[in-house]
T-cell receptor, first 108, second 116 residues
Framework: EDQVTQSPEALRLQEGESSSLNCSYT??????LFWYRQDPGKGPEFLFT???AGEEKEKERLKATLTKKESFLHITAPKPEDSATYLC?????????FGTGTRLTIIP | GAVVSQHPSWVICKSGTSVKIECRSL??????MFWYRQFPKQSLMLMAT?????????EQGVEKDKFLINHASLTLSTLTVTSAHPEDSSFYIC????????????FGNGTRLTVT
């Protein structure tokens, strides 16, 4: 059975304090790993897709990386508007499996 | 980017009544749409896969007679919660993908259902 574990569960950072969120996974036949941002009371917003180990994607202050066992979402010099829950999901041979997310809070 | 619209964004209904939620893909055709349910601080739980022109595929433990899904066109899927009870109160989110199974899902903004 495919599994996705995200850590930490919650993270509080000062504005400008860089950090990384982790997504560990086990999957039979990785078709893709996806990162989403979810604001309270809203649906997830797509951020990145990674398909193979070594791949990296960037968007503004966010950078996603992928290895054979985990993915990191690096956030550089975050701002308060980056506060949200970040979800990771893996597409295996069967279906899409989501992690429970990391709730990120950026303190001004 | 792909846009998925969901309506209503919130609804309050009395126990025993039915509620319909609409999900539309605005800028692409979706032969398949997905309905999720999310509890507070929990992961997204796939309820069913909606297939245009055919019956929906339900995940184990999801009552197909309670959660009726209709996918009548390439841009519209509906979820009807029948004879709603307070335990059906939740956040329901639909999604669709533009390409194959290795393409990302694009989500609607969700519907907060409260059954009193």
């Amino acid at each position: 059975e495919d599994q996705v574990t995200q850590s930490p569960e919650a993270l509080r950072l000062q504005e400008g304090e860089s950090s990384s969120l982790n997504c560990s996974y086990t999957v039979s036949g990785l078709r893709g790993l996806f990162w989403y941002r979810q604001d309270p009371g809203k649906g997830p917003e797509f951020l990145f897709t990674l398909y193979s180990a070594g791949e990296e994607k960037e968007k503004e202050r966010l950078k996603a990386t992928l290895t054979k066992k985990e993915s990191f979402l690096h956030i550089t010099a975050p701002k308060p508007e980056d506060s949200a829950t970040y979800l990771c999901a893996v597409a295996g041979n069967e279906k899409l499996t989501f992690g429970t997310g990391t709730r990120l809070t950026i303190i001004p | 980017g792909a846009v998925v619209s969901q309506h209503p964004s919130w609804v309050i209904c009395k126990s025993g009544t039915s509620v319909k939620i609409e999900c539309r893909s605005l800028d692409f055709q979706a032969t398949t749409m997905f309905w999720y349910r999310q509890f507070p601080k929990q992961s997204l739980m796939l309820m069913a896969t909606s297939n245009e022109g055919s019956k929906a595929t339900y995940e184990q433990g999801v009552e197909k007679d309670k959660f009726l899904i209709n996918h009548a066109s390439l841009t519209l899927s509906t979820l009807t919660v029948t004879s709603a009870h307070p335990e059906d109160s939740s956040f329901y989110i639909c999604s669709a993908r533009r390409g194959g199974s290795d393409s990302p899902l694009h989500f609607g903004n969700g519907t907060r259902l409260t059954v009193t």
